[in-house]
């Protein structure tokens, strides 16, 4: 019996968010709720490539574990949480299917 | 410490403008009569000279975009420019009357992630409102423009300013905005024309006027902590600076013009001859306002009030010096705690015609 192949993730930078490097750290600013977030360089490499549709594995494996030398596992754990943290503020969008690019969309609920 | 304002001292450490207020327009539909504008087209930027500048703006670390006028969708291509802006990432806040914010408009801004939306809002009656902007049924236009913001779920601030013709209506002014759900601000500065014109400072408020709104817990929440009296002077508030014009602010006028802040009419440069970098790292004038600290002040930095006055170094310019005293914020320490400020014991003093110097006969 074989196992289930895992379902990929992919993530887009939500359009409804301002972002701006400064020294190295990216700030960002949720338009859904206000909320002031700053990332730090690994956290940074992982939203500049959210794409929509590099799988999340890829980045983790090709981004961050090469040029921050992070074992797989933690990275690709470590990248899960992030992930879902950004996700929950509106950040960044997640889906299991390629997430074609958006046109500037609603922030959060009227 | 808050994050942002974490980020507020890393961005000072490095230099980066992280605020940028930029007026697209001088032009209005209506004629305020405190405003210090002059309405007139002297040739405003195009829209492709404004998204050069948003290119620039976003390339030198700019975070928070405030767009303003005039009257900022007197320009056809206002959305246009707020789309590009969004795109670019920024953090966008729009200033309007809101007189020509319809549904469709409301929706747009909704869509582009536009963050505030602040509309000036002078009282609740419209014989007080329509009077100080001269147009009439302005007030019913803006606070339907507000209703259409709220109803997109946008964030809507109710800005209001204390003048002599409109400061019986404070409460009624404040109790529209919590009507309608919207924030309120509330601001008794009342500034100089662009071109030096005093004359619409006679619309001041008084000091009864300034001692009823330091008392009102409605607007300076906590009425005991905001009145107290300042802490003592140590060195690290001489070490430190007035304000973040010029530091991680600055603005940009319709015309191109930067300067360190909307109320400090100091030019420094002019976009359309000089990379916005170029003005922001190596203008003289940017420096000289870089350079001042507290203690370099001639009258504040022996001032008790210097580690907690509003003092506003563009008010003191248009006084008179960059270095100087700002007035109307002495006047507001004043009546936030009753004690004078440097200034004023001077001025009394010198008001006293006691003599310039004094000369004792030796004691032998």
Same mark, same amino acid.
């Given at each position: 019996m074989s196992a289930e192949p895992m379902a990929e993730t992919y993530i887009a930078r939500s359009t409804t968010i301002a972002a701006r490097m400064l020294g190295g750290e990216m700030m960002i600013m949720s338009a +859904?709720?206000?909320?002031?977030?700053?990332?730090?360089? +690994?956290?940074? +490499?992982?939203?500049?490539?959210?794409?929509?549709?590099?799988?999340?594995?890829e980045i983790v494996e090709r981004r961050v574990c090469e040029e921050f030398e992070i074992a797989p596992d933690m990275a690709q754990r470590d990248a899960a949480d992030f992930v879902n943290q950004l996700s929950q503020h509106g950040i960044l969008l997640v889906s299991d299917q390629p997430i074609p690019e958006s046109k500037p969309v609603a922030a959060g609920k009227p | 410490m808050t994050l942002l304002s974490e980020m507020n001292d890393k961005a000072m450490a490095l230099g980066v403008p992280l605020s940028v207020h930029i007026d697209v327009t001088y032009r209005c539909n209506e004629r305020c009569v405190h405003c210090y504008l002059e309405h007139d087209d002297k040739g405003e930027m195009t829209t492709a000279e404004i998204k050069n500048v948003l290119d620039q703006l976003a390339e030198a670390g700019v975070f928070f975009l405030v767009f303003s006028g005039g009257e900022v969708f007197m320009r056809r291509d206002f959305l246009e420019l707020v789309e590009y802006a969004r795109k670019l990432l920024f953090n966008v806040k729009v200033k309007t009357n809101g007189v020509m914010i319809h549904e469709a408009e409301a929706k747009r801004l909704r869509e582009l992630g536009v963050e505030q939306v602040q509309l000036s809002v002078y009282s609740h009656r419209p014989e007080i409102h329509d009077a100080i902007t001269k147009l009439p049924g302005s007030l019913k236009r803006t606070v339907d423009s507000i209703r259409f913001l709220k109803s997109q779920g946008l964030k809507v601030t109710l800005s209001n300013v204390l003048m002599t013709v409109n400061r019986t209506d404070e409460k009624g002014t404040h109790a529209l905005a919590k009507e309608?759900?919207? @924030?309120?601000? /509330? $601001?008794?500065?009342?500034?100089?024309?662009? $071109?030096? =014109?005093? @004359?619409? /400072?006679? /619309?001041?408020? =008084?000091?009864?006027?300034?001692d009823t709104l330091f008392a009102d817990p409605d607007l300076v929440g906590n009425v005991e902590e905001f009145c107290k009296p300042p802490a003592p002077v140590d060195d =690290?508030? /001489?070490?430190?600076?007035?304000c973040s014009a010029g530091h991680t602010a600055c603005y940009i006028s319709p015309y191109g013009d930067v300067f360190p802040c909307v109320q400090f009419p100091l030019p420094t440069g002019n976009v359309?001859?000089?990379?916005?970098?170029?003005?922001?790292?190596? @203008?003289?004038?940017?420096?000289?306002?870089? @350079?001042?600290?507290?203690? $370099?002040l001639t009258v504040c930095s022996s001032c008790t009030h210097a580690g907690s006055c509003t003092r506003c170094p563009g008010l003191a310019y248009m006084e008179g010096s960059m270095r100087g005293p700002s007035s109307s914020d002495c006047e507001k320490s004043f009546h936030r705690t009753g004690i004078p400020s440097a200034n004023m014991l001077r001025k009394a003093s010198m008001a006293a015609g006691g003599p310039l110097v004094q000369i004792l006969p030796m004691m032998v």
């Open positions: +859904v709720d206000s909320t002031f977030f700053t990332l730090n360089e +690994v956290a940074t +490499v992982i939203w500049q490539a959210a794409d929509g549709h590099t799988p999340l594995s | 309608l759900g919207v @924030s309120y601000t /509330l $601001d008794p500065t009342v500034t100089p024309k662009m $071109d030096g =014109d005093t @004359s619409i /400072l006679k /619309l001041r408020v =008084d000091d009864e006027n300034l =690290d508030i /001489l070490e430190g600076y007035s359309r001859q000089q990379k916005f970098a170029d003005i922001w790292y190596r @203008s003289p004038q940017m420096k000289e306002v870089r @350079s001042i600290r507290v203690k $370099d």
